[in-house]
């Protein structure tokens, strides 16, 4: 499963792939409005990260129509390199842009998906990555667990590489459950990162080989004993 962070703001992202096995992360317009500085020099600084890293950087359009998706898409990726994906929304638009793009080389995922035929489709038309939000469809009286499994089983049945992309999390069972399921990829916000390897009963295990280590030792480490 590939790990990206649902965040815009670079130095969230740089401390969270210091400890945890990222690819890249994940922009949307409404993110984007919550950056502390402005935007051209976020981007600027977005450049030369994925040029240090090799991550992926995912950017969605701002157009309307699949004349003005398309044209931003290409100016995207002209100034962000072969790591940017772009986010195109799963609309009749959006799924025109996504033809012209893909015949120009891009890599795109189609976002905001709700329904398996909505992800099929994308699927079928070159999406690189489908992208269900999981507890929107949830909200709206569905399984949004089951419905990426029936993505999954879809893309599978019929041979097409998009990878699923989970987003909208509410708890880390959804993410577990997705894993099971084998959804290829999840983005996932900041603070969900270190809840995704908490355990009570890991910090009960480790303080009992304290206790039992301290006991014996001391303040000694175990590289004391090294020669």
Not at 18 to 29: E, H, K, L, R, S
Not at 39 to 50: E, H, M, P, S, T
Not at 136 to 163: L, Q, T, W
Request: charged residues 20%.
């Amino acid at each position: 499963m590939e790990f990206f962070v649902d965040s815009a703001d670079l130095e969230t992202v740089k401390a969270i792939a210091a400890v945890y096995p990222i690819d890249g992360f994940t922009t949307n317009p409404n993110i984007l409005t919550q950056a502390s500085r402005p935007l051209d020099g976020v981007f600027a600084a977005y450049r030369d990260y994925l040029r240090e890293t090799g991550c992926r950087l995912f950017v969605q359009v701002t157009a309307k129509d699949a004349e003005g998706m398309t044209e931003q898409g290409l100016r995207l990726r002209a100034y962000f390199g072969d790591n940017l994906v772009v986010k195109l929304p799963a609309t009749g638009e959006g799924y025109r842009a996504l033809k012209v793009l893909k015949a120009r080389g891009l890599a795109v995922c189609v976002t905001v998906i709700h329904s398996v035929m909505q992800a099929l489709v994308a699927a079928r038309a070159g999406a690189d990555y489908a992208a269900p939000y999981i507890s929107h469809i949830d909200n709206i009286g569905a399984d949004g667990i089951r419905c990426a499994a029936e993505m999954v089983s879809a893309f599978a049945r019929y041979g097409c590489p998009c990878k699923l992309l989970g987003a909208s999390f509410r708890t880390v069972d959804q993410i577990e459950r997705l894993a099971a399921v084998g959804c290829h990829a999840v983005t996932v916000a900041p603070a969900m990162f270190p809840m995704l390897i908490a355990h009570p009963s890991t910090d009960v295990s480790l303080a009992g080989f304290d206790a039992a280590w301290r006991g014996a030792f001391g303040d000694r480490e175990v590289t004391d004993f090294l020669p």
